[in-house]
């Protein structure tokens, strides 16, 4: 990512629902704040899409659905924060905000509770893209 005029950032969306995707790339736009980069989304249904995109690499944010069947987001993260070096962000979709304590289990980056709020899913992502592109290290 490079400043915000022409910047373009990678996100990977995964949910095995396409209407979660969906309520997610609108909720967040295509530019989540005015310093932003401009989105390229990429979908994923399944966990081998996600782990396939994830060793292409190039991906600056990671939404992944903590309601995901078969495989749930929140087991992804915690797996992909051991496993990846130098993991992007993840933030992780919950359904309760009751359900705080498992994205912090997964050692997910951020969080955005269900139903999807468009200032708060703008707001974390626009944090996430800032922390990627400042080089904020990853903690584990």
Request: charged share 25%.
């Amino acid at each position: 990512m490079t400043g915000a005029g022409t910047a373009r950032a990678t996100v990977l969306v995964y949910s095995n629902s396409p209407d979660v995707r969906a309520q997610v790339r609108t909720a967040v736009g295509r530019r989540p704040a005015p310093e932003s980069p401009r989105i390229d989304w990429v979908e994923c249904d399944t966990y081998d899409e996600v782990v396939t995109q994830l060793d292409e690499g190039d991906l600056d944010v990671v939404i992944l659905d903590g309601e995901a069947q078969p495989t749930g987001g929140a087991g992804l993260a915690r797996q992909f924060k051991y496993e990846i070096d130098d993991c992007p962000p993840i933030v992780v979709l919950i359904a309760r905000k009751q359900d705080a304590w498992l994205a912090s289990w997964s050692l997910a980056d951020a969080v955005i509770s269900q139903p999807l709020d468009p200032v708060e899913a703008a707001a974390v992502m626009a944090e996430q893209l800032r922390r990627r592109s400042s080089g904020i290290p990853v903690v584990r």
